[in-house]
């Protein structure tokens, strides 16, 4: 995989307001290869769904410059997005005995050599302007309300084709059995589908500072995610567009100081109502994932962070958050291969990908080496608790909770650049990203381990 991208910000001060504009341009290659049936026999001989995306987004916001009575923001956004993918699975010997369960004349004609393509093309314009303002009612309580107008329109195409060694040789039986068994498993598809969107978003926020380094606040937001659209080779009860999301979320908070900034201490306690909540399901029919609306999802918890000046040059901080997280509606999902039925209602079951227990904890030194120069070398310890990954709450896709240990060092320069060496997962941690049951239900769990150590690079320039 190949990426990279790029933004530019710049701001003009002009009489009583700065004017923003932020343009950035971002693209990907990324070309799979691996061994998608997870065996050593030739189930699948190529199994792979190539893409590659362009976006580009412009925002230009206006805002009030220093303290007013009334402090407002104003802009516009807009966002450009190509993504156009290519998928090919092939088969070998060994799919018709793996996945028919047989080996014979008919299945090996079938399968053996058997190829399906898919291509898949997605265009996406979205537009949107925006507004917030605070009304500072004393010097301490504030009133914030902010709104978001967005108009979005998604276009797509997919295609699929097939191919494979010709059939003509066969007996009328084999024939009419090979013929069956290729459409079990792909046959030509092409459609077309797009979606139009305008929504109104927006929050409102009531602060009170209690004294000099004590800030309490109230938060009522209202917000959607997109819709999109599914384009692969799913079943005919399978829509091929995603609703949108609605979300409503609220949240009460305690951000606190000492007066000589030393210690800092945040609090907050949320609750969430989503609708329309999409998910990564599994279509049995066509052995394929796609993403599909289930229902209404409640999420809920508290979180805390903190900071503390031990010395000087050394700091340490740390966060933890407690997360109740489930389906309140998901009447119809597909059951795991553990439990033979058609449907399973996961109502008031655990959200998947949803940790009960996530925090962190690190810790900086900084020391100057020139008046222009200062050194310094961090740490940060991260941990999760287990999580399921499969929609469908599969037994086989719990992922247990794991820890991970990041580290750097490296310069500041002349309050201008900075300069650093880093590592991720610095001890080289085995872990899962992703476990679920493989297509077909073989019992095979697939998973994706994640990021081993990574050594890289970054510098950074303020102009």
Not at 118 to 124: K, P, V
Not at 186 to 208: D, F, H, I, M, R
Not at 250 to 273: H, M, P, S
Not at 274 to 295: C, E, F, M, R
Request: charged share 20%; with cysteine; glycine share 10%.
């Amino acid at each position: 995989m190949n990426q990279g991208g790029g933004s530019a910000k710049v701001d003009w001060n002009l009489p009583g307001h700065v004017l923003t504009s932020i343009t950035a341009y971002r693209f990907w290659n990324w070309k799979p290869r691996n061994d998608a049936d997870g065996t050593a026999l030739p189930v699948l001989t190529e199994a792979y769904n190539e893409s590659k995306q362009r976006q580009f987004t412009q925002e230009v916001r206006l805002a009030s410059a220093g303290k007013n009575t009334i402090d407002y923001v104003v802009g516009a956004f807009y966002f450009h997005q190509k993504l156009d993918s290519h998928a090919l699975t092939s088969y070998g010997s060994a799919a018709p005995i793996w996945l028919l369960g047989q080996s014979t004349v008919a299945t090996q004609a079938a399968l053996n050599g058997f190829a399906v393509t898919g291509d898949s093309r997605l265009r996406t314009n979205s537009y949107a302007a925006f507004g917030q303002g605070t009304w500072n009612i004393s010097d301490r309580l504030a009133l914030t309300v902010g709104a978001r107008y967005t108009k979005e329109k998604k276009t797509g195409s997919f295609v699929q084709t097939v191919d494979g060694p010709d059939l003509s040789g066969l007996s009328p039986t084999d024939l009419a059995i090979a013929r069956g068994s290729r459409a079990a498993f792909g046959a030509p598809n092409a459609y077309t589908n797009g979606t139009k969107e305008s929504k109104l978003s927006g929050q409102a926020n009531l602060s009170y500072k209690f004294s000099d380094g004590v800030l309490g606040y109230a938060t009522y937001a209202h917000g959607f995610k997109s819709g999109g659209l599914t384009l692969t080779n799913v079943g005919p009860t399978v829509p091929t567009t995603i609703e949108p999301e609605s979300i409503d979320h609220y949240e009460v908070g305690l951000k606190t100081r000492t007066a000589d900034q030393v210690l800092t201490v945040n609090v907050a306690a949320f609750w969430t109502i989503d609708k329309n909540y999409q998910a990564t399901l599994y279509d049995p029919i066509k052995t394929t994932t796609y993403v599909s609306n289930v229902g209404k999802v409640r999420s809920r918890g508290i979180e805390a962070e903190g900071s503390v000046k031990l010395a000087e040059g050394l700091t340490a901080y740390g966060a933890v958050t407690y997360l109740d997280a489930k389906y309140l509606s998901f009447k119809n999902s597909t059951c795991p291969i553990e439990i033979q039925a058609s449907f399973c209602d996961l109502s008031g079951r655990v959200l998947p990908g949803a940790p009960k227990w996530s925090g962190a904890v690190g810790g900086e030194y900084s020391h100057p080496v020139t008046p222009d120069v200062e050194a310094y070398v961090g740490f940060d310890y991260s941990y999760r608790s287990s999580i399921y990954y499969a929609s469908n709450l599969a037994a086989s896709s719990r992922i247990p909770g794991y820890s991970l240990v990041n580290a750097r060092v490296g310069a500041r320069i002349d309050e201008r650049f900075d300069v650093s060496v880093w590592a991720r997962n610095l001890f080289n941690k085995d872990y899962f990203s992703t476990l679920q049951p493989a297509a077909f239900n073989t019992g095979l769990v697939s998973g994706v381990l994640g990021d081993p150590r990574v050594i890289g690079f970054t510098g950074r320039v303020r102009f």
